[in-house]
């Protein structure tokens, strides 16, 4: 599942994801499904030649059931499909980038019983002042839907429970539970939600935080999350490292921090 993070901020955007891929495949000679976690997929995503933007992705980590492959791998292939010498608007780039996976998807024969593959868009548009974060779903909603339009803040999604509690006050999934198991009205539902869900938030003004501040902020979801995940039952689908990338409208992507190809680790 993974936890992936756009941050829209006053000074810019910041994307972070983890690392970890989690496969789940037939025990040999059995009927026992098994887990098996691989934690070096890089899941922040840059382009070639299009700078002014770039992507996280959550969810389903890889695309096909006989011969998985990361969105990460497939962007060889995207990138042949962009302009060289045309800027695209985060929206266009977004919206290329969903219709690129949806025929990925299909041509992968994708199990149809598998989580959605999920990308976080973020960038900024020629000559505007303030970055956009735009949200792609593979397979149903390919289309981008932007997130935060009017203000700044932070849009996570994956294994978001932890993060959730961190900053909302309570998991993510409650008021799905209470929907369910709750009998209240339209208005009461409202109201709910506007006195009682939106007091528990912890009060971080993200219209004030300097970039450094938001990519400490990101980075600190989720290595919460993957520490938090060695206690907890369940898929631990967030570990390995943390990547992250800061997109600003005078500087464009810049890689903040990402892990390296190395060789022998035995004597370190």
Not at 42 to 64: F, I, Q, R
Not at 170 to 195: E, T
Request: glycine fraction near 10%; charged fraction near 20%.
């Amino acid at each position: 599942m993974s936890l992936g993070i756009a941050f829209k901020g006053p000074e810019g955007i910041v994307l972070a994801a983890d690392s970890r891929v989690t496969l789940t495949g037939q025990a040999p000679g059995s009927n026992l499904l098994v887990q098996a976690h691989y934690d070096n997929a890089t899941k922040l995503l840059k382009v070639k030649d299009h700078d002014n933007v770039g992507a996280v992705t959550y969810g389903l980590g890889a695309l096909g059931g006989r011969q998985p492959r990361t969105a990460h791998s497939y962007l060889p292939e995207f990138e042949t499909e962009l302009p060289t010498e045309m800027r695209l608007s985060v929206e266009e780039f977004a919206g290329r980038l969903g219709d690129f996976f949806r025929r990925r998807w299909s041509e992968a024969n994708t199990p149809p019983e598998a989580d959605a593959m999920v990308f976080l868009v973020g960038g900024f548009d020629e000559g505007e002042a303030y970055g956009r974060v735009f949200e792609v779903s593979i397979p149903n909603s390919p289309e981008p839907v932007e997130k935060s339009a009017d203000e700044f803040g932070i849009t996570f999604g994956g294994q978001n429970e932890i993060a959730g509690r961190l900053l909302g006050g309570y998991d993510p999934r409650l008021q799905a539970l209470m929907a369910a198991n709750v009998h209240l009205n339209a208005a009461q539902s409202a109201n709910f939600r506007q006195k009682v869900l939106q007091d528990l938030a912890m009060p971080i003004p993200y219209q004030f935080l300097p970039l450094q501040d938001c990519v400490d902020l990101a980075i600190f979801l989720i290595q919460t999350t993957a520490t938090l995940q060695r206690w907890t039952t369940g898929v631990r689908g967030v570990g390995g490292a943390v990547d992250v990338a800061t997109i600003t409208r005078t500087d464009g992507f810049r890689a903040i921090q990402e892990k390296r190809i190395v060789g022998d680790r035995s004597g370190l």
